[in-house]
């Protein structure tokens, strides 16, 4: 998945002599975060809540807090890049540039939901847990046995802390089915965690 599927296209900003009351209220009134900081249509800057509320009810302008040359990131990165990069500089949103230009902002939140939808989480899906699946050939057999039983699997991955155990998320019409293969095969399936009931 792209930054640019998940990222803000429009994006509401200032200019650096603009007064820090004004930047308080876009904040606000627009129930965001961060605020990139253009100069004459080219990034020079971000200033975050963060920034605003260490400066107390004090005024000035952008420019005296905006934090210069933010990092940035290009719209055809992966989310997955985009998160690493957030969690590394320990900060909330990523301005997306293309060509110099600025195209959106990706902030932490977006980057959650990106993982959401990734996860299968937020589909009627099955979690389940299996045991005695030790090594990528197991995965691999795991991962046939689902899609011979026409299942959808959202994600696999073995237990660091358990070795021989895989846990995965899948979507399918007849769980049973796939159970009763994994089984066959040889697998100890040890939990089955059935959709939670939609809500009306």
Avoid: C
């Avoid at 876009?26 to 253009?38: A, D, K, T």
């Avoid at 719209?75 to 900060?91: C, F, G, Q, Y």
């Amino acid at each position: 998945m792209l930054v640019r599927n998940r990222m803000t296209a429009k994006v509401i900003t200032v200019e650096p002599r603009q007064s820090l009351t004004e930047a308080r209220s876009l904040l606000h009134r627009h129930s965001i975060r961060q605020l990139p900081v253009l100069r004459n249509g080219r990034l020079v800057g971000i200033i975050t809540d963060r920034d605003l509320r260490g400066a107390g009810g004090k005024d000035g302008t952008v420019a005296d807090l905006m934090t210069p040359k933010p990092i940035v990131i290009a719209p055809n990165a992966s989310v997955d890049e985009a998160a690493r990069t957030l969690t590394a500089h320990k900060i909330g949103a990523l301005p997306v540039v293309d060509g110099g230009k600025l195209v959106g902002i990706l902030a932490s939140s977006d980057i959650l939901d990106a993982f959401v939808d990734l996860s299968g989480v937020g589909e009627a899906t099955y979690r389940i847990v299996l045991s005695g699946a030790k090594g990528k050939q197991a995965e691999r057999q795991v991962r046939e046995l689902v899609a011979q039983k026409r299942g959808e699997l959202k994600w696999l991955h073995p237990d660091t802390r358990q070795p021989n155990k895989l846990h995965l998320r899948l979507k399918s019409r007849s769980v049973d089915d796939i159970v009763a293969a994994l089984e066959a095969a040889g697998f100890n399936v040890d939990a089955v965690v059935a959709p939670a009931p939609s809500r009306a």
